[in-house]
């Protein structure tokens, strides 16, 4: 049995919670935040505190804390020698006070407070000073079903910033799409196999091999009517950035350097 | 049983031959295409034929052929006064020669010859000039268990366009994740279950709901690491727009209006 100290209320925290909660071989013995009020709905399942003075024992203490706050809460702890680990995509492994013994235990998706999680979807990232705890946190992503990497910290914030493209961004861009169709009246319900497809596609295949479309097949009339039709300045710059990008990738350049700023696509002999 | 006539060999064309095949209220009476070559293993299953004089007599003509041939191939068409569809998402409904009845026949889907498609997955967008046309294209997509929408022809052009954001684009950000993280030796694995997770977040919440990060909550320390992170300056270029296109749908405007030139960050009045 792996006894835990969470401290935190936020997404990644209370999904933990949750999953760590129906696990047989973990136990969470106490439930640290801040601010009491968001965590006393739970003070019949485990022991709360908002008081850092006051926490338990444990094997581990996971700081599922905000980036800003990991350094500043890793220095208050009121002990030394034990094993101390934040779960945030960024924060370097040292940022954590020495005191402690020091690692990462870092979960590769998107958190929502409404959304249930799987934690078989969801990777985790770990990273000890001590190479002897890295078992601990083997056991403690296994005992969640989720695969487990170990990564250090410059290859886990480069995952942090891959995130940022295949998340963040990648919802901008449904994001307009559905702008777009809305404009015309267009029931955004449509696009969703799409969507998913897309995604599915490379589970399978490399992005590389898995990319179609005018900007890959060089197909100018199409690119050339698709920006005519855009009516937002900001996303016809997206869709030539993007466009230019994938025929880089794929040695089928034919916007011109400056059409970013022109606003004009060319044939151009192809150089590469 | 609806007797069809199916014109093409390419994805689209191979995709719509095996799920007719394997529909029990579907006719695939023949089959052509300009070169014989790509058809001729399917001679013991179906008429084939290279020329369009010998086309029989069917209930559709579906003409699943590239945009550039659509037109020309449905002036060579021996006869009028039949159905006759295309198959593409940005060709018009007139381009098709006018002397037989026109109209669309539009899967918003990615097809590669490899991978099988599950038509429950491809939404048909159709369209007929001839209103009475349009309850057969129903039952054309319906036997194939494929979910259909009533499109017009500005509506496809405009669907057309998001579908390159939601695939061909969003696949583009997947490529450039896999780029960077490959470049620190970082296993692609790790960023497939988000790939998953952002695309199914959004059949149910909306894109503007399900949008979280650095971007978003305007975290500027993380904005400006990832920009030092990245290598390429074409990598760069793409992380400011995006992030300049999510703070102005969720009105964090923080990023400078030239800063897609000048790489670099700085804080402003949000003046929104």
Redesign the interface.
């Known amino acids: 049995m792996i006894s835990v100290v969470l401290l935190g209320a936020g997404n990644v925290a209370s999904h933990l919670y949750n999953a760590f909660s129906t696990s047989k071989t973990i136990k969470v013995t106490q439930w640290y935040n801040r601010s009491i009020g968001s965590i006393k709905s739970f003070k019949n399942s485990v022991a709360i505190t908002d008081n850092l003075k006051d926490l338990k024992d444990a094997d581990i203490y996971i700081l599922a804390l905000s ?2 706050s990991i350094s500043k809460v890793s220095q208050n702890l009121p002990f030394s020698g034990r094993f101390v680990v934040h779960t945030s995509g ?1 924060v370097n492994i040292h940022d954590l006070d020495k005191k402690n013994t020091r690692g990462v235990f870092y979960p ?3 958190f ?1 407070k409404s ?1 249930a999680i799987d934690f078989k ?3 985790f ?1 770990i990273e000890s000073e001590d190479k002897s705890k890295l078992k601990l946190l083997k056991e403690l992503a296994g005992s969640l079903g989720s ?1 487990v ?1 170990k ?1 250090n910290t ?2 886990r ?3 942090h ?18 702008e ?2 809305d ?26 091999m ?7 097949r060089n ?1 100018l ?2 690119i050339k ?2 920006l005519k ?2 009516e937002k300045e ?1 996303h016809k ?3 030539k ?2 466009t ?3 025929q ?2 794929h040695g089928t350049s034919t916007l011109r350097q400056d059409s ?1 700023q022109a606003n004009s696509v060319t044939k151009k002999r192809n150089d590469k």
Do not use: M, W
Request: glycine letters at 2%; hydrophobic letters at 35%.
């Open positions: 980036d800003s960024s590769l998706q998107t929502s959304a979807n969801v990777p990232c695969p990497y990564i410059e290859q914030q480069t995952l910033l891959s995130a940022v493209f295949v998340n963040n961004f990648t919802n901008q861009l449904y994001r307009i799409a559905h777009i169709s404009s015309k009246s267009i029931n955004f319900e449509i696009l969703k196999p799409l969507i998913s497809e897309t995604a599915n596609k490379v589970q399978e295949l490399s992005p590389y898995a990319q179609t479309g005018p900007a890959k197909d009339k199409t009517r698709h039709q855009l900001e710059e997206l869709y950035l993007l230019k990008s994938i880089k990738t970013v």
